[in-house]
Antibody, heavy 124, light 108 residues
Framework: EGQLLESGGGLVRPGGSHRLSCGAS????????MSWVRQAPGKGLEWVSG????????YYEDSVKGRFTISRDNSKNTLSLQMDSLRPEDTAVYYC?????????????????WGQGTLVSVSS | SYVLTQSPSVSVAPGQTAEISCGGD??????VHWYRQKPGQAPVVVIY???DRPSGIPDRFSASNSGTTATLTITRVEPGDEADYYC???????????FGGGTKLTVL
């Protein structure tokens, strides 16, 4: 079924940078598209970014485009999110989630499983 | 950008039926997925592709999607069903995954 484990959360100053990682196990990582989804404290889910299995197709939510970079290393079964120019409104639990297919960009593609999440706090 | 609208809260007594709606422009032409999130836990898919249930999700969970509204229905509600529920679609116009704002299901 597969498991995902995020790491790298912490406290960051506004304007700073931070990198999150997500390790995958129990499934063939290179066969699936992946995404980051975040949840601000007490708020709902917000999609952040997605990447196809090869890394050739990448999409970003508008508020993070140009500041965040998603990447993957299929040889290490790892998904990453480089976050630059962080803002207080980026404070959230960041979840790594697997899509049900190897491509992104179509509707019949849901998130399963999800990692347990890692908290990023942006504050001075 | 595409917007999914969910009622903030729904309350039902145990044993009754809960209906959680998700509204969006022509949502019936999109494929909807539903997630359940209990406090302090990651979301879990309960319905995918409009009406399919993953293994392990009881048949008390069902869903429909037509016109401008998708609906998640939970029959014979149990205290353990208390959670936040989110709908999700892919918006091909913006190339964005989109979540509804979530509905908190309270079991009275």
């Amino acid at each position: 079924e597969g498991q995902l484990l995020e790491s790298g959360g912490g406290l960051v100053r506004p304007g700073g940078s931070h990198r999150l990682s997500c390790g995958a196990s129990g499934f063939s990582f290179s066969n699936y598209a992946m995404s980051w989804v975040r949840q601000a404290p007490g708020k709902g889910l917000e999609w952040v970014s997605g990447i196809s299995r090869s890394g050739s197709v990448i999409y970003y939510e508008d508020s993070v485009k140009g500041r965040f970079t998603i990447s993957r290393d299929n040889s290490k079964n790892t998904l990453s999110l480089q976050m630059d120019s962080l803002r207080p409104e980026d404070t959230a639990v960041y979840y790594c989630a697997r899509l049900s297919d190897f491509v992104i960009g179509y509707g019949a593609n849901w998130f399963d499983p999800w990692g347990q999440g890692t908290l990023v706090s942006v504050s001075s | 950008s595409y917007v999914l609208t969910q009622s903030p809260s729904v309350s039902v007594a145990p044993g009754q039926t809960a209906e959680i709606s998700c509204g969006g422009d022509k949502i019936g032409t999109k494929t909807v997925h539903w997630y359940r999130q209990k406090p302090g836990q990651a979301p879990v898919v309960v319905i995918y592709n409009d009406h399919d249930r993953p293994s392990g999700i009881p048949d008390r969970f069902s869903a429909s999607n037509s016109g401008t509204t998708a609906t998640l229905t939970i029959t014979r509600v149990e205290p353990g069903d208390e959670a936040d529920y989110y709908c999700h679609v892919w918006d091909s116009d913006s190339n964005h995954q989109v979540f509804g704002g979530g509905t908190k299901l309270t079991v009275l």
